[in-house]
Each structure stands twice: as structure tokens, then as C-alpha cells.
């Protein structure tokens, strides 16, 4: 027992456990859609694009989440905007902003003497989230459950029946373009714990473990929840007793949930095939 | 309904106005698969029941989803008096199966539902009256029983007629229905035509895109052909009715095969 409190004594980890495990809990929910939507490209190239909106942030003294939040949107309306008329096509869109964002951030950052100031935004820090970045964490995952509930009926048909959502007068482009700026919001979160190469883990694989445990919406979004959050947690704890990197830890844990899923998946599945005749 | 979809597409039904008016000089994506349609004239009175006729790549299709404002097209095209998509709520519209992804996890109830979004608009949650016009349509499409099922676990059968259910409850004045006996079951063929009769009974009007020329005279009042994108001459001895459509110039088009 004294295991599990022990590490509670510090504030760093009492604010980080709690930080992983609302982050979790925004990126699996959104997740879900992601997966569902085919959209898992896109979290990934999100989190990439981040980059250099943190990294001019430094530099300009500003808040780093600001900074990655303003990219973030510019790079959501950007790939939905270029691709809105199928000239380009999406996944092309995506990889060519990717890329671009990406390396300007990397150039940015040789501009600054030391790399080192950077490796949390790559690789997550979350013993170093401050109480200002619990309030800003704590908001988006409360705005993404809010919108998510607000919002179900649409973003399930968009998902399955565009043509549908179209018959009716219901603009798909405005609700995936809703999406994105969520995508963009709870990537910055993500990036806090994970950093911004391993954030798209959590927005997909809770999520795609949850979908091979069940056909239910409601119950893929408690499942994706539950794995990102007791990955974070035990991420955390186990980076605490063996002073391994906490984000690698968090996502690999993600992984391992994943495998167990896809297990049980298999193991289910003979009778599931009955099931379904 | 306080936030509609679409704000001004709500429009209420012109007296005595057809339920399609339209001469469509022409329809369709360019380089799409989807063929486009040319100097179609159409005029469907308000309860008619009609059939579109033709081979694969006729554009039937082509034509109710210009109806249903889905495509862009040049020339006029006016539902209950009101041009395309200025009276969503009263025209229904049934995709071809395969424009759905079956594998989204939503059960059947939640399907049929979403036919009622377009009455309950941003923020609106499903009311009793809603509830009841969906399972009423489940009840009449004989799969009440499949309402918790999920959609991916039906059949090609039972997704049929839950799209179709969809549609019906909508409770539309209008159907646009695309292919729904393409490779269905006798059961579904019959419960179909079943609701086609029904609907008939509640006078509402019904276009819809078939392959299937023995059932035209007990099922239809009217019939359009259509080859390669343009209204065409019936074939000998087939089934006309109600005359609902004609190519605009006045003489209809040529089909390099058979019409159907």
C-alpha cells in the first residue's frame, strides 16, 4: 500500500497523476471518433505540427501551450481548407503540413543555443505541469466531454452517413472542422504527458484496443478512458520507482492494453461470428 | 425548432404545387462515377407514385440525387414549389447501402432516429412523438424485433429496411428511393412493396430508381426511361402510366443498347 501512497507525498506527482489522468481521459474519449473516422493520420500530424508554435512561444517568452494552440488551429483550418474541394487530397494535405510545421520547428530550434530546452516538448514532462496548466488541462477535457455530449447525434452521422447529414441540410465540413479544432486542443494537453512525438498514442490506441472490447459507442469511450488513465497512472508510478522516461512509459503501457485487447478479441471471436448470424 | 440545420430550408408546401417540377438542362459531377444526366423535363404530381427505369449508368440515380440536392445541376428544379433544398424536412431521400459505413457501432433504433434529425435540428433530443414515429417505421418494416441490434450485425436484407425505415420516419411528403430492391430477399422485397402501398394509402409521393420491370403496373403509376444520362422512348410493350417526363428539347435521346 505504502507503494501506491508513497509517491503522493510530493505535490509534483499528486499534479502529474492528476494531469494524466484527465489528458487521458480528453484524448481517449476524442479518440474514439478519431479511430472510428479514420482519422488517426491527422491526431498524429497534429501533434507534430505543434512544434513550432511551441518553439516561437519560447522564444517570444509567451505561454507555450498558447503558442501550440495557435498552431494547432491554424494547422486544423489549414488541411481542412486545402483539401475541401479534393483538389488535394487529404492524407496528401496532411503529410505535406506535417512535414513543413515540423521542420520550421526544428529550424526554429537550432536557432536557439540549447537544444536541451525542448526535450520536454518532444518527450513530455509531466512532473514539471504547473497549476496553470492543470486549470487549461482541466478545461479541455471538460469542453471536449461537453461538446462530445452536446454534439453525438451529429458526429455520428457525419461519421457513418454523410450523405445523409448532407439530405438534411447538415454541413458535414463544419463538424469535422469542429473536430479538428478539438483534435488541436487536446493534442496540446497530450504533449504536456507524452510529448509531441508520442501524443497521437494516446488519442488512438485506447481507443482502438476499446473498439476491438466492444460494438457500443457509449462503452468504447468508458473502456478508452479507463486504459489511458490506468496507463497513465501506472505510467507515472512506475517512472517514480525505477526513474524511467515517464511519457515512453505511459505510451507503452497504452500498448501493452492494446495487445490484451486484441487478445481477447481473438479469443472471442469463434462465437462472436455465431453471435452475429 | 430553435437551431435548424439549415436555416432557411424549412419552407411549407405551395398549394397545388407538384411535388417535382423540373427541367434539368444538366446534372452531375464532372469526372465523377456518378454519370451525369442531361435535358431531363420532369413533373410528378403530389401523391404520384414513380418509377425511374433504365440499365446501370442510366442516371436514375444521378437524377434523385440532383432532387435531393446532393448534386449541382443547371436548369430548374422545384420540390413541392420550392427550389432543391428549400424544403428539406418534407423530401426523404434512400441512399444505395453502400454509401453507409456499416461498421460505425450505432444500433438500428439509433439509425431510424436519424431520421428524425432533421426535425430536431442543433442541440434537439428525441422527443415521444419522435420515438413513436420510429418505432412505428421499424414496426412497419418488420424489424421492431432488430431495434437494439447493432448495424453492422444486419444483413443486406435488414439493412434495407432499416434505411428504409430511416426514411419513412422522416414522415416526408416526398421519397427518393435509390435501388432499395437491389439484391434484397424475397421477405425484404415483399415488405417493401408492402410500405409502397402504404404510402400510396397516405398520399404521399414516391420516385424511385428500379431494376425491377414485372412489378412496375402493381407498384407504380408511372414510369420514366432513362439511357446513358437522357429520358428515352419506353421499350415496346412496357409499362408508361402517369406521362411524368420528357426530354426538354423534345426528342428523346438514343440508347446504344436496349433500354434496360
Known amino acids: 500500500m505504502n507503494l501506491l501512497l508513497d509517491p503522493l507525498r510530493f505535490e509534483f506527482m499528486r499534479t502529474g497523476l492528476l494531469a494524466a489522468a484527465l489528458v487521458g481521459i480528453a484524448c481517449a474519449s476524442l479518440g474514439v471518433y478519431v479511430v472510428l473516422r479514420r482519422m488517426a493520420f491527422i491526431g498524429d500530424a497534429l501533434a507534430h505540427t505543434i512544434l513550432p508554435g511551441v518553439v516561437g512561444a519560447y522564444l517570444l517568452k509567451v505561454n507555450l501551450l498558447l503558442g501550440a ?50 526535450t520536454h516538448i518532444l518527450f513530455g514532462n509531466i512532473l514539471g505541469v504547473t497549476g496553470d496548466d492543470l486549470a487549461l488541462i482541466t478545461g479541455v477535457c471538460v469542453l471536449i466531454l461537453v461538446a462530445l455530449w452536446l454534439f453525438s447525434k451529429e458526429l455520428e452521422l457525419t461519421s457513418y452517413d454523410p450523405v445523409h447529414s448532407e ?85 507503452l503501457i497504452c500498448t501493452l492494453g492494446f495487445a490484451v485487447a486484441w487478445v481477447i478479441h481473438q479469443l472471442r471471436r469463434p462465437r462472436g461470428a455465431e453471435e452475429a448470424e | 425548432m430553435p437551431f435548424s440545420y439549415s436555416a432557411h430550408h424549412h419552407a411549407e408546401a405551395l398549394p397545388n404545387a407538384p411535388a417535382v417540377s423540373a427541367s434539368i438542362r444538366r446534372a452531375g459531377y464532372r469526372g465523377s ?31 434523385l440525387k440532383a432532387i435531393a440536392g446532393l448534386i449541382p445541376h443547371e436548369g430548374r428544379i422545384e420540390v413541392f414549389g420550392h427550389a432543391v433544398n428549400r424544403c428539406r424536412h418534407r423530401a426523404a431521400y434512400l441512399p444505395q447501402r453502400a454509401e453507409v459505413d456499416w461498421r460505425f457501432p450505432v444500433s438500428v433504433e ?19 412523438a419522435d420515438h413513436t414515429a420510429v418505432a412505428e417505421a421499424l414496426e412497419v418494416l418488420r424489424i421492431a424485433d432488430l431495434a437494439g441490434r447493432q448495424i453492422g450485425d444486419l444483413s443486406g436484407g435488414q439493412q434495407q429496411r432499416a434505411l428504409l425505415a430511416r426514411a419513412l420516419a422522416q414522415q416526408a411528403d416526398l421519397l427518393l428511393l435509390d435501388e432499395p430492391l437491389n439484391a ?69 435521346g438514343e440508347c446504344a443498347e436496349e433500354a434496360v
Request: glycine share 12%.
Open chain 1, 69 to 118: 494552440l495557435v498552431a494547432g488551429l491554424l494547422t486544423a483550418l489549414g488541411i481542412g481548407w486545402f483539401s475541401r474541394r479534393g483538389e488535394v487530397r487529404e492524407d496528401t494535405a496532411i503529410g505535406i503540413m506535417f512535414t513543413g510545421m515540423f521542420a520550421l520547428g526544428i529550424l526554429m530550434m537550432s536557432t536557439v543555443q540549447s537544444f536541451r530546452d525542448f
Open chain 2, 33 to 63: 462515377p456518378t454519370p451525369a444526366i442531361r435535358n431531363v423535363g420532369l413533373n410528378v404530381p403530389s401523391g404520384a407514385r414513380v418509377a425511374f427505369v433504365g440499365p446501370n449508368g442510366a442516371g436514375k440515380s444521378t437524377v
Open chain 2, 110 to 128: 439509433r439509425l431510424v432516429m436519424a431520421g428524425r434529425y432533421v426535425h430536431l435540428g442543433w442541440f434537439g433530443r428525441p422527443g415521444r
Open chain 1, 167 to 251: 439530405v438534411i441540410g447538415l454541413r458535414t465540413d463544419w463538424v469535422r472542422y469542429g473536430l479538428l479544432v478539438l483534435l488541436a486542443l487536446t493534442v496540446i494537453t497530450g504533449i504536456q504527458v507524452v510529448g509531441v512525438v508520442l501524443t497521437s498514442a494516446l488519442l488512438i490506441t485506447p481507443a482502438a484496443a476499446a473498439a476491438l472490447l466492444t460494438n457500443r459507442l457509449s462503452r468504447m469511450v468508458l473502456i478508452a478512458s479507463a486504459i489511458a488513465v490506468g496507463s497513465g497512472v501506472a505510467g507515472l508510478y512506475l517512472s517514480y520507482y525505477f526513474a524511467i522516461a515517464s511519457g515512453a512509459a505511459i505510451v
Open chain 2, 184 to 252: 434484397v430477399d424475397a421477405a425484404t422485397r415483399q415488405v417493401i412493396a408492402d410500405v409502397l402501398d402504404r404510402v400510396r394509402a397516405q398520399g404521399r409521393t414516391v420516385l424511385m430508381a428500379t431494376h425491377d420491370l414485372g412489378r412496375l403496373e402493381a407498384d407504380f403509376d408511372g414510369a420514366l426511361y432513362l439511357c446513358e444520362g437522357g429520358v428515352v422512348p419506353p421499350p415496346p410493350g412496357a409499362f408508361v402510366g402517369l406521362t411524368i417526363g420528357a426530354p426538354l428539347s423534345g426528342e428523346p
